[in-house]
Every structure is written in C-alpha cells, then in structure tokens.
C-alpha cells in the first residue's frame, strides 16, 4: 500500500476485555514500532521489530501487553484484562532497514482505544 | 532516563512570518539523529525535517530549517512564510538509543496556531 495502514481506527471496549489492533506497515519496510500516545503527550515507544523478529519490547507497560509480526509484514498489538489507563491513541510505525539509525519512519493514523 | 523538552506548549503566528520551535534534549552519545515530526488533528505523524548529529550544516527543507546546536543538545525547528496548513502539533524526536535500538524518543509537543 501507499502508507502504514492501521485498523480499527476507533476501538471501544469494557475494562477486563481484550483487544487487538493491526498494523499492515508500508511494503519492503523491515523495521516496525509500536508507540503509545496519551492524551496531550508525545508517543512513546512500545515495542520495535525487524521483520519478525520482536528485538526490543523494553517499552511495554505490563505483561498484558503482547506484540507479534509472524511472515515479517502485517503486526497486531493485543492488549488483555483491560484497563482504563491502557486508553490513548496506539500509532504504529515503519521503515527501511536502519542500519545507522537514519531512516525514518513513516506513521498510520492510529487506533484509538477508549477503555470504558 | 533520556528526555526531551519542548519548553513552549502553544505557540501562534501570523499568517506568512516567521516561528521557532524549541526543544532540547540530553545524551551522553555522540552519533545520533534527530527529527521533526508534525502532527495535524488528522493524527498522522509526518516527517518535517531531519538532522544528523555529526553534520555541522543545519538541515533545511523549503520553508523548514533547523538550528542544531549539538553543544548545547538544542535542535529548534524555524517555519518560515507560515500557512495555514502549518498549524498542527509539532513534536521534536532524536533518536537518543544506542545501537539496535532505533525508538525515537518524542517530547511533548508544540502546538503551533497559524493566524490569518
């Protein structure tokens, strides 16, 4: 595709529920991170994968939080046992193969998560 | 823990003059990378502009420039001939991590108003 496709763009879900919100990152771009995005604060990082390989996932709030990214392309970030704090806006990111650090990444829109 | 400040939570400017965005940040590394991003009520996150640490020229990008000052760790973002579609938040995000680890690292945002 043209960009980094997330879906859904808006989840509503009742505290305990689990959800999963997926990630299809731009084609041929190897790298791909997860952030977490508060209301009225900058992203911070989740989780970062090269290809499937889930190689940082240092961000990760609590063991509730699960990452994967099986052929290497599509990711879904699940969340279980929901709670209120876990809402905010989850921005998934991807790019080429960063040797160096250089390359940036290229952002979805976001899913949104309201925990209710 | 590594942080990055944007010091000024709102900013306005008139239609077609010139604003500066500032940020800065702390590292201990030498060899890093630093950007822009611009985030529109849309919320996805768009490259501005990006800088090299290790490079003395100060990036630019059309209307957009930076004033990298790598002694100080300031990396501020100057808009020139604002637009309307400037407005957005803007969020400065080194990529602070060592090597492996490519999160970036966001600050909290400025949010820019364009008067017209």
């Known amino acids: 595709g043209a960009g980094v496709s997330q879906s859904p763009r808006y989840k509503v879900a009742k505290r305990g529920q689990d959800v999963a919100l997926r990630c299809d990152p731009i084609s041929g771009h190897v790298s791909l991170f997860w952030y977490q995005q508060a209301l009225g604060q900058g992203p911070e990082f989740l989780t970062y994968f090269q290809n499937e390989a889930q190689l940082d996932k240092s961000g990760l709030p609590s063991d509730r939080f699960f990452a994967e990214r099986p052929e290497g392309s599509v990711s879904t970030l699940k969340i279980q046992r929901t709670q209120q704090e876990d809402s905010a806006v989850y921005l998934c990111?991807?790019?080429?193969?960063?040797?160096?650090?250089?390359?940036?990444?290229?952002f979805g829109d976001g899913t949104r998560l309201s925990i209710l | 823990a590594q942080t990055v400040t944007q010091s000024q939570p709102e900013m306005s400017v008139q239609e077609a003059e010139t604003v500066t965005l500032s940020c800065t940040y702390d590292t201990s590394e030498s060899d890093y990378y630093l950007f822009w991003y611009k985030q529109p009520p849309s919320r996805q996150m768009i490259l501005v502009i990006r800088q090299e640490a290790y490079k003395q020229q100060n990036a630019t990008e059309n209307r957009f420039s930076v004033n990298f000052q790598k002694a100080a760790k300031s990396f501020s973002l100057k808009i020139s001939d604002s637009q309307l579609g400037d407005a957005a938040m803007y969020f400065c995000a080194p990529r602070l991590s060592g090597a492996g680890s490519y999160q970036l690292t966001f600050g909290k945002g400025t949010k820019l108003s364009v008067i017209p």
């Open positions: 990111a991807s790019s080429l193969r960063d040797v160096r650090g250089n390359q940036p990444q290229h």
